[in-house]
């Protein structure tokens, strides 16, 4: 279960990542930045969320 500690770092890297792909496009015509914002405010959410489940499950895990 070591790697579920390790896994919420890649959507901070998809963040990272999509975050440079809207700037890249973002002043194109087409509405693909919108798609790309959305991703990477989702992987955003993500690693948060990721991280306060693991943090979560890992005091559960103390407690037994």
Known sequence: MKYLQYTQYIYLVAAVLFALKTAEI?????????LFLGITLLSVFMFFFRRRFSKKF???????
């Open 26 to 34: 973002w002043d194109q015509d087409n509405d693909q930045h919108f």
């Open 58 to 64: 890992e005091d559960r895990n103390n407690k037994s």
